[in-house]
């Protein structure tokens, strides 16, 4: 049931985000894919690390592609940056997926105007595959346990 609910989310987190008119909605697809779990605690987990995840990668991202866009010093400055603050917080977890999206703005970007709403946008479209893949968990033949 995990294959057919884990299909279900993604198709529905491209339809939303197609609706909303987002530019990528594979972004949304992928939390969803991501954070299926065979539990909804585990649903749950996989969704609270990939938000706390996309959030410091989202704001670190932006803050140094503002500043250096696309420098492979301050990539790598900012990686270390990153992995100190998710230490500090104790967001062991969402460690690797800070790294992607603080990656993905800071490579991505050329100038630094689109910085903020390419960082915002890649946390609307997590947070939607996110919700979207806990809904479909809880309502749709959920997990015993």
């Known amino acids: 049931m995990r294959n057919i609910k884990t299909a279900l989310a993604v198709f529905l987190s491209i339809v939303f985000s197609n609706i909303l008119k987002l530019d990528y909605p594979f972004y949304a697809a992928i939390a969803s894919l991501v954070c299926m779990q065979s539990t909804l605690e585990k649903t749950y987990t996989a969704g609270k690390n990939r938000l706390l ?10 803050v140094f592609a503002s500043l ?12 270390v940056l990153l992995i100190y603050i998710c230490n500090k917080l104790d967001w062991n977890d969402a460690i690797s997926m800070a790294g992607i999206v ?9 100038d630094n105007k689109h910085a903020l709403v390419y960082s915002y946008k890649r946390l609307l479209e997590t947070l939607i595959g996110i919700t979207i893949a806990f809904i479909v968990n809880y309502f749709i033949k959920p997990p015993e346990k």
Request: proline share 3%.
């Open 102 to 110: 603080f990656l993905g703005i800071m490579l991505n970007i050329k």
């Open 53 to 62: 995840g996309t959030f410091i990668g989202a704001v670190l991202g932006f």
């Open 68 to 79: 250096f866009p696309t420098n492979a010093l301050f990539s790598a400055l900012g990686i």
